[in-house]
Structures are given as structure tokens and as C-alpha cells.
């Protein structure tokens, strides 16, 4: 059973950086992509981008573009999601998903709070 | 970007109602489209991609149809674990979802 776990809550301050992990176990990154989407509070889904581990490439969505870098390490087995330039409107939950096309596993979310 | 415009945002029925939620895609996405429910601090789960085919594990009063830019989700008989927030995804083209409907009693 593949299982995505996140790392933990975090609290930043306006203009800094995090960078939310997302460790799968039960299975590899062989043959699929992970992808990360936030959720604002109250709000839906947005897709922010996502990295196919085995022909290391990255996509993102135009509007992160330049701020946002996602990175997998086949050998741990771990997605990275890194924000930069923090903004209040960054306040959101991040997931990571396992994606075939659409997303059938997903990690349990990382609380981003960005507030002076 | 293909934009996804779900229809209502917010629905209002009862146990054993049969339910109806429409997803318009901006250009054609051929099947290319999944459903998802999410209830309030979990992730989303998976119901139906392809446009209709069930995930595994899934009861079978959900089901899906359609094709190109017109999508539908049908509950048959509304349960009450089944009073949560439905989001439309395309993967034609990266990603998007729709905007949400939320089913309430």
C-alpha cells in the first residue's frame, strides 16, 4: 500500500522560503509523476506543478513560475516543494499526490502559515 | 489553460436523493477527467478518472459520464458519508480543477 507522508506545519514570515517534504513508501517513483497542489483556507484545489522522477523533468503552472522549484530524490524515495518569496496569500495547505494522470494516492497535507 | 467551471458550488439535498454535478471544460479534453471528494481537513479522494471509470474501492452509486468539454458526476442515492466537497480535475492538458460543489443537507 503506497502511503505519501508530509512533513510537518510550518509558520513563516513574509518575503522568506519553505520547502515542504513528501516521503512515499510502499512503492517507487518508477513509472510516476508527483505532483503538488495547494488548498487555500475555505478555497479549492490549485495545481502548482509537478516532477516525474524517472526523466527528471519539472512542470509548473504559469503562475508559480520562477518561484516554486519541485525536486524528487529517486533515492530516498522524496519529493521536495520549494516556495519562495512567502506572501500572505501563500497561507494554504500543500499536498503532494502520486499521479497517473490523476492523483490516486496523496500525502496528508502540510499547513503553511505566512504571517508577520 | 484550459479553465473547468463546475455547476452548482452548492447543492442541497437528502439521504436517498439522486445527485448531478456538471463540469464544463473551456476547450475539449477528450475523457480526460477525474472527480474527487474531499471532507473538511483530509486530502481528496479519487472516485471516478477517465471521465467514468470507478476507482477501485469505490461504492458503485457513483458513476460518471461525458466527453470532449461536458462532464457529469451522479450520485444515485445520496448517503450520508456522502455530504462533501466535489472537485472536476483535467489532465488533457497538465492540470486544473474546477472551482468545487459543496453537497449539504
Keep these: 500500500q503506497v502511503q505519501l ?10 518575503g522568506s522560503s519553505v520547502k515542504v517534504s513528501c516521503k512515499a513508501s510502499g ?3 518508477r513509472n510516476y509523476a508527483i505532483t503538488w497542489v495547494r488548498q487555500a483556507p475555505g478555497q479549492g484545489l490549485e495545481w502548482m506543478g509537478r516532477v516525474i522522477p524517472s526523466l527528471e523533468e519539472t512542470n509548473y503552472a504559469q503562475r508559480f513560475q520562477g518561484r516554486v522549484t519541485i525536486t ?11 516556495l519562495l518569496s512567502l506572501r500572505s496569500e501563500d497561507t494554504a495547505v500543500y499536498y503532494c499526490a502520486r499521479e497517473k494522470g490523476y492523483y490516486d494516492y496523496w500525502g496528508q497535507g502540510t499547513l503553511v502559515t505566512v504571517s508577520s | 489553460d484550459i479553465q473547468m467551471t463546475q455547476s452548482p458550488s452548492t447543492l442541497s439535498a437528502s439521504v436517498g436523493d ?6 464544463r471544460a473551456s476547450q475539449t479534453i477528450s475523457n480526460w477527467l477525474a472527480w474527487y471528494q474531499q471532507k473538511p481537513g483530509k486530502a481528496p479522494k479519487v472516485l471516478i478518472y477517465r ?21 457529469t458526476l451522479t450520485i444515485s442515492s445520496l448517503q450520508p ?12 492538458d497538465y492540470s486544473t480543477f474546477g472551482q468545487g460543489t459543496k453537497v449539504e443537507i
Design chain 2, 51 to 71: 471521465a467514468s471509470s470507478l476507482e477501485s474501492g469505490v461504492p458503485s452509486r457513483f458513476s460518471g459520464s461525458g466527453s470532449g468539454t461536458e462532464f
Design chain 1, 72 to 82: 524528487a530524490d529517486k533515492s530516498t524515495v522524496t519529493s521536495y516543494m520549494e
Design chain 1, 5 to 14: 507522508v508530509q512533513s510537518g506545519t510550518e509558520v513563516k514570515k513574509p
Design chain 2, 18 to 23: 439522486r445527485v448531478t454535478i456538471t463540469c
Design chain 1, 27 to 29: 512503492g517507487s517513483f
Design chain 2, 81 to 92: 458519508d456522502d455530504f462533501a466537497t466535489y472537485y472536476c480535475q483535467q489532465y488533457h
